[in-house]
């Protein structure tokens, strides 16, 4: 059974950072190419993050670019998402998503990926 699990999430001030951890099991985490995304409230889920199955490849939204940082551990089988200088309308849901790669590259849409998370909140107050 594959299960992806986020943590770190939590109640922040604009400005501060937050680190959020996933950790996949029930598959093979060093062939699967990994993303972020995120969801508020009345919004659809959004590309945030995704990184590549060797971890050479990285990819972002122009609204998280040069704020955030995706990374992978293969050796700890995890993926994180360094988030700095948050601001309010990063509130959302955040998900660890997960997709076999074996060519390699990352995936920014949300239905190219097989396998999801249940989440985690971020909210940023102002």
């Known amino acids: 059974q594959v299960r992806l699990v986020e943590s770190g999430g939590g109640v922040v001030q604009a400005g501060v950072s937050l680190r959020l951890s996933c950790t996949p099991s029930?598959?093979?985490?060093?062939?699967?190419?990994l993303g972020w995304f995120r969801q508020a409230p009345g919004k659809e889920r959004e590309f945030v993050a995704s990184i590549s199955r060797s971890g050479s490849d990285t990819d972002y939204s122009a609204s998280v670019k040069g704020r955030f940082t995706i990374s992978r551990d293969n050796a700890k089988k995890s993926v994180y998402l360094q988030m700095n200088d948050l601001e309010p309308w990063d509130t959302a849901v955040y998900y660890c998503?997960?997709?076999?790669?074996?060519?390699?590259?990352?995936?920014?849409?949300?239905?190219?990926?097989?396998?999801w998370g249940q989440g985690t909140q971020v909210t940023v107050s102002s």
């Open positions: 998503a997960a997709v076999g790669a074996p060519w390699g590259g990352t995936h920014n849409r949300p239905g190219e990926y097989t396998y």
């Open positions: 029930g598959l093979t985490f060093g062939n699967q190419a």
